[in-house]
């Protein structure tokens, strides 16, 4: 039969073509972020250097430099990591192990999916409103590190959970058939075996949080900032160490000083924003990197 | 839980071979200290649990108390029907709809971008690929979604908008089409991964009905796992539509700070988001109403993707149950 020769033929060569197309354009993705990288080092590498990284800003584009904000960049990501990765793992490790199915647990999950969809600025302005003037935080070190701390809660529970999910339930009965306690089990058998997974959505979830720039505008972070926050141990007689001053200190951070460059005049301010950016890239990519490797190294080993 | 129990200490009598069996050492309840650590561990694991709730309590509550006082100086009327956005000006005017229309424009732009380009992905990647290949892609694609979105507005600006001034003559520094194309770019992941969630659900079987009637692998394709994972795949569009919505740094960075009552991807216009970052730099006094503005905005802001958010969901929560 011709017919159905040719038809097959027909139906071959339209699975070919839909092959090669679709792979153009999975390609095409991936160039975009090719080229996204390639202009971003080619204006700005060559003004990453050590006067670069230890510089205030400047009104002197040539003399500027990402000081002020890669430290404030470090001290907000202290914040955030000591509040959301504890209260996030605490969180994800209730709804998995302990909660109950109630209208209680329910109300919960159906509020962590709906937080995580909402738009990062309105995380900024919640803490505008909440942590900068109804708690007289100010526009510190302490309110920035809370609103991303709450920014990225969801994304570190959703990560316990699924960590939590993958061991099986033998671990748990066998703990618990031996008279372990639901909290022994979870501290010596669940998180020890869920580390490596939890690591992984962490860092996914600080290096979302170290790009966010749009919720530490709203509540006021500064854009220029030349000097550093004080540091723990001063040489006040009064009171020798002062281990959290800092926190109350005002801040910029590197997604800020980047916009700061962008939006002024001039190529000189451009190739700042883009030297800012090849550090805020080196970053972000530099912890996914490592969490996709964690990922691939965890899903190799664990054969349970 | 097991129950305690107290056996009698030792247990005596002869075992399988008449031998003594060894005593068994007693079971005793849990300490009431033991019992008290375990609850104390359980409620404050239940308190971060319910932190989450007093955060979104918290957005609610913050959006309402401070865009209620801005609702006394303007009526919704005017809010929802002027056509003008000027609240810094001498004589201010409050009509929300130039910001609307440059969201819903930027958004359009992305999403004429990411929907084609990402449901492409996913079926190309899930039907397609080989496994190899997927497993190289789909690192790169998270790549994708965790650049900052900052840098994001650089490229916008710096290499898009400049790119597609080439093509189309007079079209000004600052426009919505260049932000929109790399916004687009930018949620391409977020509709892939969710739309290969959902090409994966679909059973096997009905591929191999299909295979088995002679239709080809890309017949297959769209006309069986498409339409049966179609409900996942509008979750993973209307997710991205959220996504797009408040999207701020790009649009910020490269559509302009102009509200402009305008569909034309052509044409510079500042979005919701954009006017609030705009806003927040500048030094308004807590309380007054260009303060309170942004709350407004940002109520509008929330309702806009809540709605999106909830549609979402429940498509998402469809496609689950089908099989």
């Not at chain 1, 000081?67 to 490790?93: K, R």
């Not at chain 1, 996914?288 to 899903?299: C, D, G, H, M, S």
């Not at chain 2, 108390?65 to 000006?89: A, K, L, N, Y």
């Not at chain 2, 190289?136 to 597609?164: C, H, N, Q, R, S």
């Amino acid at each position: 039969m011709l017919t159905s020769e040719r038809s097959i033929a027909r139906t071959r060569l339209h699975d070919r073509v839909f092959s090669i197309a679709g792979g153009l354009v999975t390609l095409g993705a991936v160039m975009f972020l090719g080229v996204l990288l390639f202009d971003l080092a080619r204006d700005g590498l060559s003004r990453v250097d050590w006067q670069f990284l230890t510089s205030f800003p400047s009104r002197r584009p040539g003399q500027a430099g990402i000081f002020s904000a890669w430290v404030g960049s470090m001290l907000i990501m202290l914040v955030t990591a000591v509040t959301a990765i504890p209260l996030g793992i605490a969180a994800g490790v209730y709804l998995e192990e302990y909660a109950r199915k109630n209208w209680m647990t329910s109300v919960i999950e159906i509020n962590i999916s709906n937080l995580a969809a909402v738009p990062s600025i309105i995380f900024g302005l919640m803490a505008l409103g909440l942590f900068v003037y109804k708690f007289g935080f100010g526009q510190s070190i302490l309110a920035g590190g809370l609103t991303l701390g709450c920014l990225i809660l969801p994304i570190v529970i959703v990560a316990t959970r699924e960590a939590l999910r993958t061991i099986p339930r033998g671990m748990r009965e066998a703990a618990y058939a031996l008279g372990a306690t639901r909290w022994q089990v979870v501290r010596h058998h669940l998180l020890p075996y869920s580390t490596s997974g939890i690591a992984t959505g962490v860092i996914i979830a600080m290096s979302r949080a170290i790009g966010e720039t749009a919720p530490l505008i709203t509540i006021g972070a500064l854009t220029f900032i030349a000097f550093l926050p004080p540091a723990p141990i001063v040489t006040d007689p009064e009171l020798m160490i002062q281990p959290l001053r800092w926190v109350w200190s005002p801040f910029t951070v590197l997604p800020i000083q980047m916009f700061n460059w962008v939006s002024r005049p001039g190529d000189d301010f451009l190739r700042n924003a883009a030297a800012a950016g090849v550090v805020l890239i080196a970053l972000t990519l530099g912890m996914n990197a490592v969490a996709i490797v964690l990922r691939y190294r965890l899903r190799r080993r664990i054969k349970w | 839980m097991p129950q305690a129990y107290t056996p009698s200490t030792s247990v005596d009598g002869p075992g399988p071979g008449g031998t003594r069996v060894e005593a068994l050492p007693a079971l005793r309840p849990r300490s009431a200290l033991s019992r008290a650590l375990e609850w104390l561990v359980e409620s404050s694991l239940l308190l971060a649990a319910a932190f989450s709730v007093f955060v979104t309590a918290g957005i609610v509550y913050v959006l309402a108390t401070e865009s209620i006082p801005f609702f006394r100086h303007v009526s919704i009327w005017e809010f929802f029907t002027d056509r003008m956005w000027t609240p810094m000006f001498a004589e201010p005017r409050h009509g929300i709809l130039p910001l609307v229309a440059g969201t819903l424009t930027t958004t359009a732009v992305a999403l004429v971008v990411a929907m084609p380009v990402g449901t492409m992905i996913a079926i190309w990647l899930s039907e397609f690929a080989p496994s190899r290949v997927r497993e190289i892609v789909k690192p790169v694609m998270e790549m994708l979604a965790a650049v900052p979105t900052v840098v994001y507005g650089y490229f916008a600006v710096d290499f898009v908008t400049p790119a597609l001034q080439h093509l189309i003559p007079g079209l000004p520094t600052f426009n919505m089409l260049g932000p929109g194309i790399v916004m687009g770019v930018m949620i391409i992941p977020y509709v892939s991964s969710l739309s290969e969630d959902a090409i994966r659900a679909v059973p096997m079987l009905l591929r191999e009905g299909s295979y088995a009637m002679g239709a080809g692998r890309l017949t297959t394709a769209l006309r069986v796992v498409f339409p049966a994972a179609f409900s996942g795949i509008a979750a993973a569009y209307v997710l991205a539509i959220s996504r797009a919505v408040g999207e701020t740094m790009i649009v910020a960075i490269a559509a302009g700070q102009q509200p402009n009552l305008t569909f034309n991807p052509l044409d510079p216009a500042a979005t919701i988001t954009a006017f609030i970052v705009q806003v927040s730099l500048g030094d308004l006094p807590h309380g007054s109403v260009g303060y309170q503005s942004i709350f407004a905005a940002g109520v509008t802001l929330f309702v806009m993707t809540l709605g999106f958010n909830i549609i979402g969901a429940y498509l998402k929560r469809r496609y689950r149950q089908a099989y």
